[in-house]
């Protein structure tokens, strides 16, 4: 499914981004929230204490500020232009609690804002520029196809089949895994670019909605580990790295907006958009503190609300689509 928007369209009023695209078919039926949580459950057993995705993190604090740009393109509380509070969370990907750092993956870099008024927005950002999924019912189908049968206490090889026959009729779905291999992991949780990944809707002061995504870029510049370095810094180097970093000054990263152009696909996170897309800096988050050990007050967040803010709007795409809902159910089985 690729469906394009032209990079002069844009959008006032609260009009369905599928209905601006012209003629969308209707989207096939997507798994609800429990079957989700379900499939991660398969895969790692029950979710109970910690997050079945990004389970490893450091949890850190402090501020974001939105950028005169930021402010004009959203009406959203976080963009005022006034302080807002982060709390942040710095993780690894995957399912286990005791994930290397030093191994190919995702970093993540999730925030929660809070703006003098009180006003909360959230979200979850992954160190690749794409998801590795296009569709809710994709994932689930890729995490089945790695679950045990309980029959057999091995993976179904016909489910497995059919995953893969998915993966080669849809190879978008492999561009996260080729990014991954064709990038190293970082050096530091301060030294990667963070997407968003989905496309979400920006209302901005003039009362128009545009398209975009989001990156942030560390000011610290791209750092990554060498090949040799993979193999030496162990397991657990991150959160000390983090620590050291900033008792010698503030961790920064640029929030920058990439807008799309024509023929860009706006609802299929599987696919980025070219790097010569229209890029405004938006805001400037600051980090100054890190927690000392794991755990902490990220823990009873799941760093994506059901209700994200007036101002940054959820788009079409069905897999930002089916997100909200996952993590409040997954928060909720993991909260005692
Ligand atoms: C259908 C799509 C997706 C589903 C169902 C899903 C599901 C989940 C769930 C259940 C959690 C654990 C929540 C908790 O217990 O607090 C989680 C965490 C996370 N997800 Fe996703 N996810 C999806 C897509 C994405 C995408 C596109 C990204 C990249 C931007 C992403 C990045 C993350 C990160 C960074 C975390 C860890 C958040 C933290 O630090 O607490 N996810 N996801």
């Not at 599928?18 to 398969?42: H, K, M, R, S």
């Not at 989001?214 to 370095?229: D, H, I, K, N, S």
Request: hydrophobic content about 40%; some cysteine; proline content about 10%.
């Amino acid at each position: 499914m690729t469906r394009s928007l032209p990079s002069f369209a844009l959008r006032a009023g609260g009009v369905a981004l599928a209905a601006l695209l012209g003629t969308a078919t209707p989207a096939p039926a997507q798994p609800d929230p429990d079957t989700i949580v379900n499939a991660f459950e398969a895969v790692l057993g029950p979710v109970r204490t910690y997050r079945p995705s990004h389970p490893k993190g450091t949890c850190a604090a402090r501020h974001f500020t939105a950028t005169p740009d930021g402010t004009r393109l959203s009406v959203a509380p976080v963009f005022s232009g006034q302080r807002n509070a982060a709390l942040i969370r710095f993780g690894v990907a995957g399912a286990n609690p005791n994930a290397s750092d030093s191994a190919r993956g995702t970093r993540g870099l999730s925030i929660r804002f809070e703006s003098p008024t009180g006003d909360l927005f959230e979200m979850a950002n992954i160190s690749a520029p794409v998801f590795g999924a296009n569709t809710p019912q994709a994932l689930v189908d890729g995490l089945l196809s790695r679950a045990n049968d309980p029959a057999t206490g091995r993976p179904n090889p016909e489910r497995a089949a059919a995953y893969a026959a998915y993966v080669a009729a849809n190879p978008t779905v492999g561009n996260q895994g080729r990014y991954l291999a064709a990038n190293n992991p970082p050096a530091s949780w301060a030294t990667t670019p963070y997407w968003g990944v989905n496309t979400f809707l920006f209302r901005g002061q003039d009362g128009q909605v545009r398209p975009a995504r989001w990156v942030f870029e560390p000011r610290a510049g791209v750092e990554r580990l060498t090949e040799a370095q993979m193999q030496s810094m162990g397991p657990n180097f991150l959160a000390d790295e983090l620590r050291r970093r900033i008792a010698a000054g503030p961790v920064e990263f640029d929030m920058v907006l990439q807008f799309p152009g024509q023929g860009d696909d706006v609802l299929n996170p599987t696919v980025a958009w070219p790097e010569d897309r229209p890029r405004t800096v938006v805001g400037r988050l600051v980090v100054t503190s890190v927690a000392a050990g794991p755990g902490g007050p990220c823990d009873p967040i799941s760093f994506m609300i059901l209700d994200q803010a007036p101002g940054i709007e959820m788009s079409d795409d069905p897999v930002l689509q089916a997100r909200a809902a996952a993590y409040a159910v997954s928060l909720s089985r993991r909260t005692p």
